[in-house]
């Protein structure tokens, strides 16, 4: 099972029902046919933003909200200041270039940003296709990625 697909589970779980421990929940994944270490569980948890609430004397694992994941701030860093090594602009477009194997975590850091020209991303293996609203967009947005703290320092073509 894909660690999506266990967020998705997790965070039906914590929907249709309060869990007083991480142990109670492993075991209610485990019944389900999800094995999982106390250890990934908790950055399971983490990452889907839930909290531990209490009232009345009892305590239970809650979502903030609708599930969704929290990106952690230092991975998207990461990954938009490490892999990052090229950004072109064509039109509309712009194309992220990253060492192979990183594109789709770079798609998810870009889309991640707040940038409201960002219409959509495409992420292959070394290669991030970024549609934006129009080439004016496209140039702020390759500047935007360009000027990212400390990715000239990475070894980032700027081009």
């Not at 485990?30 to 009345?56: H, Y």
Request: net charge positive.
């Amino acid at each position: 099972m894909s660690r999506s697909q266990r967020l998705t589970r997790i965070a039906q779980m914590l929907g249709g029902k309060r869990f007083s421990s991480q142990d109670e929940l492993a075991e209610a994944l485990t019944r389900s046919g999800i094995e999982v270490t106390q250890a990934t569980l908790s950055r399971d948890l983490r990452s889907l933003g839930v909290a531990k609430r209490s009232a009345g004397g009892a305590s239970w694992y809650e979502l903030p909200g609708p599930a969704t994941e929290v990106f952690d701030a230092k991975r998207q860093a990461l990954d938009l200041t490490v892999f990052v090594n090229e950004v072109r602009v064509a039109q509309n477009l712009a194309v992220v270039k990253t060492p192979p194997g990183h594109a789709m975590a770079v798609g998810r850091a870009i889309d991640m940003l707040t940038v409201e020209e960002l219409v959509g991303t495409v992420a292959g293996d070394d290669t991030v296709l970024c549609v934006l609203a129009d080439h004016a967009s496209a140039k702020r947005f390759k500047k935007q990625l360009d000027a990212y703290p400390s990715r000239s320092t990475h070894g980032g073509a700027h081009k």
